[in-house]
């Protein structure tokens, strides 16, 4: 499967804490997206980095790639308790059977303690 | 922009029952998408489209049937629930190589 894999599953920390999740996949990728969920609700994007490009920020969210070992991650800086959510990972591909599909992981459970 | 909306909110259906979930999108995205997301579990894609008027099949297509006759508009149809088919229905709209956007969901319980 090319589905992303997020690790760890799960994260609890304290606020103030840096939190940091991984994703990897399998195959090349055209991009790779990170969304957030609050429970109950739909997901929200959060940033999204190409294949040619190695990190990207967005206030106090760091996502880099590593394409060569096919893996990612998301830096979440002086952590809230709004930011407890599940986070998801999902790549790409962007061609042939594949095209239009968005490869979601199972996500990562964040929880922010005041 | 409203962005993506989805009708209705909620249902609660019974065993056999058929009903349609309407998705639109009123930002001219090529591509759309229905999930299911069961609790403590990750999206899983039901069928997607391309363009109007193309459907294609994701993960878990079996019981459901999509049409997609407008560009803004995604249906999903149920033509005989089961119980397995509670869950919360996500969809969602993008254009290629983009961010994809969701709407708030439906919540659908079957008896």
């Known amino acids: 499967s090319q589905q992303g894999e997020e690790d760890p599953q799960a994260l609890s920390i304290q606020e103030g804490e840096n939190a940091t999740m991984n994703c990897s996949y399998k195959?090349?990728?055209?991009?790779l997206q990170w969304y957030r969920q609050n429970s109950g609700r739909g997901l929200v994007h959060l940033i999204l980095?190409?294949?040619?490009?190695r990190e990207k920020h967005s206030g106090r969210l760091r996502v880099t790639l590593d394409t060569s070992k096919k893996s990612s991650s998301l830096l979440i800086t002086a952590s809230r308790a709004a930011d407890t959510a599940s986070y998801f990972c999902?790549?790409?591909?962007?061609?042939?059977?594949?095209?239009?599909?968005?490869?979601f992981g199972r996500g990562t459970q964040l929880t922010v303690w005041p | 922009n409203a962005g993506v909306t989805q009708t209705p909110k909620f249902r609660v259906l019974k065993t056999g029952q058929s009903m349609t979930l309407l998705c639109a999108q009123d930002?001219?995205?090529?591509?759309m998408y229905w999930y299911r997301q069961d609790p403590g579990m990750g999206l899983r894609l039901i069928h997607y489209?391309?363009?109007?008027?193309?459907?294609a099949k994701g993960e878990v297509p079996d019981g459901y049937n999509v049409s997609r006759l407008k560009k803004q508009n995604f249906l999903l149809g149920l033509e005989s629930a089961a119980p397995s088919q509670t869950s919360v229905y996500f969809c969602?709209?993008?254009?290629?190589?983009?961010?994809?956007?969701f709407g708030p969901g439906t919540r659908l319980l079957v008896l």
């Open positions: 980095i190409r294949s040619n490009e």
């Open positions: 999902a790549t790409d591909l962007d061609r042939g059977s594949t095209l239009g599909r968005l490869y």
């Open positions: 489209s391309v363009g109007e008027g193309t459907t």
């Open positions: 195959t090349s990728i055209n991009n």
């Open positions: 969602a709209s993008r254009r290629r190589q983009e961010t994809q956007y």
């Open positions: 930002m001219n995205h090529e591509y």
